[in-house]
C-alpha cells in the first residue's frame, strides 16, 4: 500500500482520487487550501448570482470521502521536497508521499497593467476570489470587465444579474475570436449586446487608475477612453499555478512538463489538470489544456497508472461547452477560428439571431472536421463517433437530425439547416 | 417595468389583505328559522331550541365567539343528557346484586323497565352495549361491577351523545351549518363585490406582478433566488408556510371558522352547480385560480421551452376541466361528484361503501365511472407509464402536481437531496402506499361481508384514520404548507401513493429515462438543486449514466437549466435503458462497472 498525495482538490485531483479508490486500497491524501471539500469551479458564477449556494456546488456529500477513506487536508502546500519525498504545508507537520501527484490549477493572469494591484481589481478562477468579487461588487455603479473569454464573459452575466452596468473591454474584432470563427464571435457579441452589455471591441486596457485610498476609480483604454468603474474584471487568461515548484527540481516550462504518462521528469511524481504543460505533440490539440473535461479524463487515466495499469493519455476527438448568457454552446472536432485554405466551412444562424451552427470539413477529402453548435443541443455521442470514423460532410447533414439533443416538442432546424447546406455548396449533393 | 411590478405587488396585497380580514369580518345571529332548518330531528331540534334560547336573535361579532356559544351549548345538551340518562351507581349496584357471578340480559329487564322513557333507553342501550356479557360467569362480584360499569361508562360516552344528543360529527356539522347561515357581513350581502375585491385584486395585482418577466430575454432566469427571502426559507417563506399550514388546518378540522369565505364563493357555486358551496368548493376554487395564475407565470418563465409550456397548459386545462368544472356540471345534472382523472389510491376513497353505491345507484354514468375509475388503475397507468414515464401523469395531469409545478415552481430548490432524505423517502412512500392498499382491502372486506372487523382493525376506524392522517394531514396540511420550507414536491416525494404506484412501474418496465450527454457534464449541480423530487441528477450525469428513477416526475427542470445541454428527457427502447456509465472522451478508459 502506498501514499498517494495529490495537492489540490479540483476536478483533476479528485478525479483521480475517486478512481484510485475504485482500483486500489492505497492511502490518498488530498491538500488544499482552497475549500475543505472538492466543488464545481464551473459552478462558481451560480453561487454569485444566487441560482445555487456553495453546498450545492459540491457534487458529494461531505461524508463521502471518509466512507471512501480519502483524508482531506486543509491546508496550503508551500513546497515540494522530491529529495525526501515529503511536501511542506503552511500550517501543519509536512507530509511523506510515495507517488506525488499535483493538481494545482491555475491562476489568473495579469499583464502588468498600471494599477492592476489595486483594491477592486482581481480575476476569478477561485473560491476566494468569488468571496473578493463578492466584496468588491458591493454596491458599485459600474464594473469593468477585461478580456473577451469565458471568464469574462461569465463576470459579466454575473455582475449584470445584481444589476451592475458593465463596460467589457475585447482586445479581438469580436468576442472570443480567437478561438470562434469570425461569424460566431460575431453571433455572440450581439447576444452580448442584447443584454445591454456595453461591449466595447478592439478596444484594450491601458492603465487602471486609483483613488487616494487605493480603490480603483476608472480604467483608461488603449483609444484613450477613461471609463469610470469601481470594479475591474481581469479575464485575460489563466497559467499554471506553479510558482510553489520553484527549485523543486519539477521541470517546468508554461505548465509542468508531462510525458504521455502524465509523469514529471521525476519519478512517482505526476501532474494532471490545467497546471500541466504536454512535452508531447497531440495532433489538433494544444500543450496546456484548462478546461474541466481535459482534467477530469487525465484524472481517469493517471488513477490507471498508478494502480499499476500504465495508460496513455489519449484523449479523443476535441469537445467542449459554455453558456454564454442564454445561448448554450457545444463543439466537437476542431472549429478553427481562421480556416486554413484546405478547409471549407458552412455556417447557418437562425432567424431569431439565437441559434446556429457551423461546420468545417476538408475542402479535398470532404472529410467532417468539427461543428460549433449555438442554442440547439447535439449529441456527443454521435459526434464522437463520426470524427473518428472520419465520416464525410455529407454524411454528417444526412444524419444530422438524429444528433438533435434538444428536449422534446422544440422546433428542430435540421430540414433548413441541410437545405441551406446544400443550396451553397451545390458541389456536394452532386457528389 | 418596475413600477408595474410594484403596482401588481401592491395590488395583489391589497387583495389578500381584505381576504384575510373578511375571515373575521362578519356578524352572526342565531334564529329559530336557522335551527328549524338545520336540524332535521324533531326531539334533537326540541332540545337544542331550548338549550339556544338564549342565544337567540342576538347580534355576536366574531366568528369565534359565536363558535364558542354554539360548543357550550352542546356541551350543556349532552351534559344534561348524561345527567339524566347515565345509568347510576346504585342501579349498576342493583344489577350485580340481582346477577351474583353471572351475566345475564334478562336481570336488565328487571331493572330498567320499559314503561318510562329513561329507563326504556337505559334498558336498550344497555343491551347494545353490554351484549357480549351475555351468559358471561365471572370469579367475583366485583369483577363483574367493573365490567358492567364499562359499559355504562360507554353508553355515557357515545350511546346518549349519538342516540339523543349531538355527537362530534353531528356538532362539526351543525356548527359549519349554523355558523354559516347565522352569517350577516358586508360579504354575505353582496359577494360579487368581494369576489372582486379579494380574488379578483390578487389575481390582477399576481398578473401585473408577472407579466413585465416577459419583458426579459428568453431562457433561465434564476437570479437570486438564493438571496430571497421568499424562496430560501427567509421570514417571508417562514410567513407564507405558515398562512399555508393555518389554510389547511381551518379547511379540513374547523371549516366553521372560514364560512364568510365561503359565502363569498356561493354565487360561483350557485352557477355552476346549482347548490351553495361547500368548504371544498371554495378550497377546488382557490385551487384551479393558484394554478392558472402561477400557470402563465411558469409559461412566462420557461417560455424557451416549449416542453415546459405545453405540460404547464396541460396541468392548466386538467385541473380548470377535469377537477373543477365537470365535477360540478355533474352534481348540477344529479350526477355523482366525479372527478375523471383521479386515480386511487390518490383517491383513496374510491372503494368506500358510499361511492361505490353511488355508482350503483347511478345506473349507466354510474357504472361507467366505476369501470373508468378501474381502467385508469389497472391499464392505463402501467400502459402510460411503459410509453411515456410517469410523468403522463404526475406533471402532466394530476392536480396535485399541477399545483407543485404551478403555485410551487418557485420552492422547488429546497427539497433536500441527501441520500438520508432519499432512505427516508423509499419507506414513507411505499409505506403509505401498502396502508392504502391495506386500508382498501379492508373497506372491501366490510362491504362485502358487513363486518367491520378485519383481521386486527375496525375498517370504519381505519379508512378514518387514513383520511385525517394521510388524505388531510399529509397531502393538505404538509403536502402543500411545506413548500417553502421542504419543496413543492413533498407529499408527491413522501406520501402519494399514487406516486409509489406510478414509480415503481416506472422503474421496472418503461420506456422513459432521462439520458445524459457524452462527457459534457461539467458538476455544476444546477440539475440537482432545481430537482423538485430531490433527486441527485449530477450524481447521474457526472459519470455519463442514465437516470432511472422510480420518483421522477419528469418536469424536465433539470434538462432546462443544464447549461450545458447534457440531459434529456427521452423515450426509446427498453433495452439497454440502464446502460452502463460512459464518459465519452478519454480513448484508454472503459466504462465504470
Known sequence: ?431 | MKFLKLFGLIIFLTGFFIFNASFFWADYTLTRNIVEEKIADSTKRKVFLSEASSLFDREVKSNFEFVRQLSLIFKNINDKLVEDFKISDAELRTLVERSGTTFSLIEVDSVFRTSNETAAFKNKSFKEFGNQLEGRTFDSKEDLAKELRNVSEKIAAYGITNKLGFDRYAQKDLKYGVTKAAADSPVKRNPLLYIFLTFGLCILGALLYILPKAAQSEGIKNNNIFFNPMKNVGWLGVLTGTWLIAFYIVLYFYPEYMTNWIIMVDPVSTLLNGHEAGRFFLYGFIYTLCILVMGVRMIIHYRHSRYQIFRTLSVMFFQTAFAFLIPEFLIRLNKPYFDFKNIWPLDYSFFFDYRINQFIENGTIGIFMLGWGIALIVIAVPVLVYFFGKRWYCSWVCGCGGLAETLGDPYRQLSSKKLKAWKIERWMVHGVLAFAIFMTVAVLYTYWTGSSWFLVVDTYTLREVYGLLIGAGFAGVVGTGFYPFMGNRVWCRFGCPLAAYLGLVQRFKSRFRITTNGGQCISCGNCSTYCEMGIDVRWYAQRGQNIIRSSCVGCGICSSVCPRGVLNLELKDEKGRFGKPILIGNDNIKPDA
Request: overall charge positive.
Open chain 1, 1 to 431: 500500500m502506498k501514499h498517494i498525495v495529490i495537492v489540490g482538490n479540483g476536478i483533476s485531483g479528485i478525479t483521480a482520487a475517486r478512481h484510485i479508490r475504485k482500483l486500489s486500497n492505497h492511502k490518498i491524501t488530498i491538500i488544499s487550501s482552497e475549500t475543505k471539500h472538492f466543488f464545481s469551479r464551473t459552478a462558481l458564477m451560480y453561487i454569485y448570482m444566487g441560482h445555487l449556494k456553495y453546498e450545492h456546488t459540491k457534487p458529494y456529500e461531505d461524508f463521502f470521502w471518509k466512507k471512501n477513506r480519502i483524508d482531506l487536508v486543509f491546508d496550503h502546500v508551500t513546497k515540494i521536497n522530491p529529495g525526501s519525498r515529503s511536501v511542506q504545508l503552511a500550517n501543519g507537520p509536512s507530509v511523506q508521499y510515495d507517488v506525488l501527484v499535483i493538481a494545482s490549477g491555475s491562476k489568473s493572469n495579469k499583464f502588468g497593467w498600471a494599477g492592476q494591484d489595486l483594491e477592486g481589481v482581481q480575476g476569478l478562477y477561485s473560491y476566494p476570489d468569488l468571496e473578493m468579487m463578492e466584496k468588491n461588487s458591493k454596491g458599485i455603479s459600474r464594473a469593468v470587465i477585461v478580456g473577451g473569454g469565458l471568464i469574462g464573459i461569465e463576470m459579466a452575466e454575473m455582475l449584470q444579474s445584481r444589476n451592475i452596468p458593465v463596460t467589457f473591454l475585447v482586445r479581438e474584432p469580436e468576442f472570443w475570436s480567437v478561438v470562434l470563427p469570425l461569424q460566431d464571435a460575431n453571433f455572440i457579441s450581439r447576444h452580448i449586446r442584447s443584454h445591454g452589455i456595453d461591449l466595447k471591441l478592439n478596444t484594450e486596457l491601458k492603465e487602471i487608475k486609483g483613488t487616494g485610498a487605493g480603490k480603483v476609480k476608472a480604467i483608461l483604454t488603449n483609444k484613450n477612453d477613461l471609463v469610470e468603474c469601481q470594479f475591474v474584471g481581469l479575464a485575460v487568461g489563466v497559467s499554471p499555478n506553479i510558482e510553489f515548484l520553484k527549485n523543486s527540481g519539477i521541470e517546468t516550462a508554461k505548465g509542468i512538463l508531462v510525458d504521455p504518462y502524465l509523469q514529471t521528469n521525476l519519478p512517482d511524481v505526476y501532474a494532471i489538470g490545467d497546471c500541466v504543460e504536454r512535452s508531447y505533440e497531440l495532433p489538433g490539440r494544444k500543450s496546456i489544456e484548462q478546461v474541466w473535461y481535459t482534467g477530469r479524463m487525465m484524472g481517469e487515466v493517471l488513477a490507471q497508472t498508478i494502480c499499476g495499469n500504465p495508460t496513455k493519455y489519449e484523449p479523443g476527438p476535441w469537445f467542449n461547452s459554455a453558456k454564454f448568457f442564454d445561448i448554450e454552446y457545444q463543439t466537437y472536432g476542431n472549429v478553427p477560428n481562421v480556416p486554413t485554405t484546405d478547409e471549407a466551412n458552412f455556417y447557418w444562424e437562425h432567424a431569431s439571431g439565437k441559434k446556429a451552427m457551423h461546420f468545417v470539413w476538408n475542402r479535398r477529402s470532404k472529410t467532417f472536421l468539427g461543428i460549433n453548435t449555438f442554442g440547439i443541443r447535439l449529441r456527443h455521442e454521435f459526434f464522437d463517433r463520426w470524427l473518428r470514423g472520419q465520416k464525410d460532410i455529407q454524411f454528417v447533414m444526412e444524419n444530422l437530425s438524429k444528433t438533435n439533443f434538444d428536449p422534446e416538442f422544440y422546433h428542430r432546424h435540421e430540414m433548413e439547416i441541410v437545405n441551406a447546406f446544400y443550396t451553397q455548396h451545390p458541389s456536394i449533393k452532386a457528389a
